[in-house]
């Protein structure tokens, strides 16, 4: 099932997936802030690790706990799609098995190549998150116990872009935080 709500839109050519990588950060990352300091969404993995830290490791799409995961993802993707004045983004639904329970999570992606733009996962009870400049970012110690859990279990490679690389793995193995 792909939500798209863009579809009295023009059909979306490659030239509009150049102008969103041109202008990512004023077509995604201004809305995904925003909803975060507007709505109470708490921005977590690399965008949270790299912002808490100064730490600048590449990395492209971002992971959000929201209260209204598909709502919060249906209005990016009609922001992205304003923005481009084209049919250019999608939502769609995943479903994975962590800790015997299943949790979905709305992935916002692009055409032509289904990028993924966001994640919006539902939020956690008791999450704890650290506010910069109204923006919440997951905190460094939550952050470190979820992700050496995944070392520890070998569940480091759950989704096809997870959040480590290699150099991550030994860095956290060694305690090199």
Same mark, same amino acid.
């Not at 939502?91 to 709305?106: C, I, L, Q, S």
């Given at each position: 099932?792909?939500?798209?709500?863009?579809?009295?839109?023009?059909?979306?050519?490659?030239?509009?997936?150049?102008?969103?990588?041109?202008?990512?950060?004023?077509?995604?990352?201004?809305?995904?802030?925003?909803? &975060?300091?507007? @709505? +109470?969404?708490?921005?977590?993995?690399?965008?949270? *690790?790299?912002?808490? =830290?100064?730490? $600048?490791?590449?990395?492209?799409?971002?992971?959000?706990?929201?209260?209204?995961?598909?709502?919060?993802?249906?209005?990016?993707?009609?922001?992205?799609?304003?923005?481009?004045?084209?049919?250019?983004?999608?939502?769609?639904?995943?479903?994975?098995?962590?800790?015997?329970?299943?949790?979905?999570?709305?992935?916002?992606?692009?055409?032509?190549?289904?990028?993924?733009?966001?994640?919006?996962? &539902?939020?956690? @009870? +008791?999450?704890?998150?650290?506010?910069?400049?109204? *923006?919440?970012?997951? =905190?460094?110690? $939550?952050?470190?116990?979820?992700?050496?859990?995944?070392?520890?279990?070998?569940?480091?490679?759950?989704?096809?872009?997870?959040?480590?690389?290699?150099?991550?793995?030994?860095?956290?193995?060694?305690?090199?935080?």
């Amino acid at each position: 099932m792909i939500i798209d709500t863009g579809r009295n839109l023009p059909r979306a050519r490659m030239g509009d997936f150049f102008e969103l990588l041109h202008n990512r950060k004023k077509l995604v990352v201004k809305p995904v802030k925003n909803l &975060s300091h507007n @709505k +109470g969404d708490v921005i977590y993995g690399r965008h949270a *690790v790299n912002k808490l =830290t100064g730490v $600048r490791r590449e990395t492209y799409d971002f992971d959000v706990y929201s209260s209204h995961s598909k709502h919060h993802a249906i209005k990016i993707e009609r922001s992205i799609d304003r923005g481009t004045n084209s049919n250019l983004a999608y939502v769609e639904p995943m479903v994975y098995t962590m800790d015997g329970k299943n949790k979905r999570v709305w992935r916002v992606k692009t055409r032509p190549h289904g990028n993924v733009e966001c994640d919006y996962q &539902s939020k956690p @009870k +008791g999450l704890r998150y650290t506010k910069i400049n109204g *923006v919440r970012y997951e =905190t460094l110690n $939550r952050a470190d116990k979820k992700y050496s859990k995944m070392i520890k279990n070998n569940d480091i490679h759950r989704f096809p872009n997870a959040f480590f690389d290699k150099y991550d793995t030994s860095m956290y193995k060694r305690g090199d935080k």
